[in-house]
């Protein structure tokens, strides 16, 4: 489903984390993992670009929200996935802020429905590329 995709995971709770990127190894990703914003940022830099991050938004330090707003001022456009169990109601406005390509999965979720989101936020990515490339 995601063969060959670069997928850059972040979360700080070591269990999600590891549980996540097995999920998407499973399903042919290639993935990267960070514990932190921090690392999620010096990975995109350092490791990038990748087709797809799928982050933790309450994070320490750097929340996974400021590290990918952070991104975008940067100018990566890269696609992502946010994972909370947050009930602020200001999330899902902050999320679209940032864009299509940009989607919120409410914790808890199954994994079935975080495999569907990262492949949907790929085929449109996909769409997009051929949609801008010239005859």
Known sequence: ?????????????????????????????????AAS??????QMANEGPFDLVVT???????????????????GVGTSVIFMTALADARIPSQVRALGENAL?????????QLVAAAS?????KRTTAVSRTPP
Do not use: C, Y
Request: aromatic share 2%; charged share 20%; no cysteine.
């Open 1 to 33: 489903m995601l063969d060959g995709a670069r997928v850059l995971v972040a979360d700080d709770d070591p269990l999600l984390l590891a549980t996540v990127a097995d999920a998407l190894t499973h399903v042919g990703a290639k993935v990267t993992s």
């Open 37 to 42: 914003g921090a690392e999620l940022i010096e």
């Open 56 to 74: 933790d938004i309450s994070m320490p330090w750097m929340n996974g929200l400021q590290a990918m707003q952070a991104a975008r001022t940067a």
């Open 104 to 112: 919120l999965l409410r914790k808890p979720f199954d994994l079935s």
């Open 120 to 124: 949907e936020l790929l085929a449109r």
